[in-house]
């Protein structure tokens, strides 16, 4: 089967301009979890959906951050204005249900503040 | 909320060695922990995982071990090979209280393995 599906998979910006990331999960995976990796670190959850719905964004960067998830299939994870610690891999993953089921990560996108 | 502490940051180990990475969690009510394997340039990979019901599960040259009552959960890996060199994450998650199924993840910061040919 597919695996989830990432783009772009390196962006460089400048602090205050904004970008967005996009996600294709495995199909069939109700839940989608964006995450955000900094060098040296565990992942991070952002947020998680459930088909259409959030499940949990508790940490997520309301201010700057926004995510959605189109017809419960693809998401797309927008910053604005990116802050120069933002920089960070963003992995997008999938799962059949909830977090107790396996997850299945994308490749990440890369993202570096200037 | 959930903290997990990863020990060793670092691991070097001869080629067809054991390797032991260990974590420990802070919320008693944590029932389901996943080991997950990442390569450079790619996303987490889970290699194995282990519920709170049990406390050991094996899978060929892994095997994860469970103690609720000290809240730690190690990652053995046996006979070492050089594609065992990567970043290793431990996680834990607690179960819901409104809903089915499990809160976030909680990972821990990563054991790097190396594996000397």
């Known amino acids: 089967e597919a695996g989830v599906a990432q783009s772009p998979r390196y962006k460089i910006i400048e602090k205050r301009q904004s970008v967005a990331f996009w996600c294709n999960p495995i199909?069939?995976?109700?839940?989608l979890y964006w995450y955000q990796q900094i060098l040296g670190q565990g992942p991070k959850l952002l947020i998680q959906?459930?088909?259409?719905?959030?499940?949990?964004d508790s940490q997520l960067p309301k201010d700057r951050f926004s995510a959605e998830r189109l017809k419960g299939v693809d998401s797309t994870l927008k910053i604005q204005p990116a802050k120069l610690e933002d920089s960070a891999v963003y992995l997008c993953?999938?799962?059949?249900?909830?977090?107790?089921?396996?997850?299945?990560f994308g490749p990440g996108t890369r993202l570096t503040v200037t | 909320g959930e903290n997990v502490e990863q020990h060793p940051s670092t691991l070097s180990v001869q080629e067809g060695d054991s390797a032991v990475i260990k974590c420990t969690y802070s919320?008693?009510?944590?029932?389901?922990f996943p080991w997950y394997k990442q390569e450079l340039g790619k996303g987490p990979q889970l290699i194995i995982d282990i519920r709170s019901n049990v406390g050991e599960k094996k899978d060929q040259r892994i095997a994860v071990t469970l103690n609720k009552t000290a809240k730690h959960f190690s990652l053995h890996i046996t006979e070492t090979q050089p594609e065992d060199s990567a970043v290793y994450f431990c996680a834990a998650s607690k179960p819901q209280i409104s809903n089915f199924g499990n809160e976030k993840l909680t990972f821990g910061t990563g054991t790097r393995l190396t594996i000397i040919p």
């Open positions: 993953a999938s799962s059949l249900r909830d977090i107790s089921y396996e997850q299945y």
């Open positions: 959906f459930q088909n259409n719905g959030v499940v949990d």
């Open positions: 919320d008693s009510a944590s029932n389901y």
């Open positions: 199909s069939g995976h109700a839940t």
